[in-house]
């Protein structure tokens, strides 16, 4: 196919002097789905959006039923098929933000903590605080009531596991309403951390044995943007643009089953901020990025 070969080509020549990406979209529970749920205590399913705002109008969430029988109640999240995530330490800086957003009935104040793992050394037996555990607390709170926000996580220096370095987390442990004996359900979307190893090249490509995004155009964009792009094979496509915080502002296809061949979608940018966005291009798991910018 000529196009995808000279799309694949151009894409090739654009990443020349790219910087890598350092946080993504690990889940949305609909189109992008990086992570798998080990262990959970309570239990967390796909469910519709219980409350669309303007903080989050997706279809589909996580709905997580606390169990309160746990006082530490939490949530595994781990990278699929078994890699790690990319070097962390950008979040212990502070250079980078750990964020999800969250719905609940519970309080405004309601805590939430992550601790980011060594997956194997955390669930070790016998078991002695605070092995597995790396550098520190990553600490949220919420502050509205049965309303989705987003919540930016802070880190704060505790106690930690000195065996376990920057470059060995393969695990995020989610607390909501630690230290409690909550059972209400939480709704969760859109958590957004450290970027995944096995997706660094695809993360940060424009281009795959799959398919080819093309450069986006006008960029700048006022009004709207055109993106063609071109599959190789056929595939599930889902394709929009994302802030510079993971979070996706405006949907063109959505989980959308395609034959190959060439391709291209409008999407309206009029009503955007102005700054930086991404285009993403996702094909059967693969994530395929251009930069536009909105003025």
């Not at 700054?275 to 536009?292: E, F, M």
Request: glycine share 6%; proline share 5%.
């Amino acid at each position: 196919m000529k196009t995808f070969t000279h799309m694949l080509l151009a894409a090739g020549l654009a990443l020349i002097g790219q910087q890598a990406s350092a946080q993504q979209v690990l889940d949305n529970y609909e189109n992008t789905r990086l992570v798998d749920y080990p262990a959970t205590q309570g239990t967390i399913t796909v469910v519709a959006n219980p409350g669309s705002n303007a903080v989050n109008s997706s279809t589909s969430c996580a709905g997580y039923a606390r169990d309160g029988s746990q006082s530490y109640a939490n949530i595994a999240l781990q990278p699929k098929n078994g890699v790690k995530f990319a070097n962390v330490a950008a979040y212990v800086a502070g250079t980078r933000r750990i964020s999800l957003k969250i719905r609940s009935s519970a309080p405004a104040g309601t805590p939430l903590l992550i601790v980011l793992q060594n997956r194997a050394k955390a669930i070790a037996t016998p078991y002695v605080y605070p092995q597995g555990n790396f550098s520190g607390y990553f600490n949220g709170a919420t502050t509205v009531v049965n309303a989705w926000e987003t919540v930016t996580f802070t880190y704060s220096a505790v106690g930690s596991d000195p065996t376990v370095t920057a470059n060995d987390i393969d695990q995020l442990a989610l607390y909501v309403a630690p230290n409690s004996s909550s059972s209400l359900t939480y709704y969760l979307d859109d958590i957004t951390g450290p970027e995944i190893t096995s997706t660094t090249t695809a993360a940060r490509s424009s281009a795959s044995s799959l398919a080819a995004l093309a450069t986006p155009y006008p960029n700048p964009s006022t009004t709207a943007v055109h993106l063609p792009y071109s599959l190789e094979k056929a595939g599930t496509v889902s394709l929009g643009l994302y802030d510079m915080m993971g979070r996706r502002v405006a949907t063109a296809i959505d989980n959308q089953a395609k034959p190959a061949g060439d391709y291209s979608a409008d999407l309206n940018t009029a009503n955007l901020a102005r700054g930086l966005y991404t285009c993403r291009l996702v094909i059967d798991g693969v994530a395929l990025t251009r930069p536009l910018s909105v003025e």
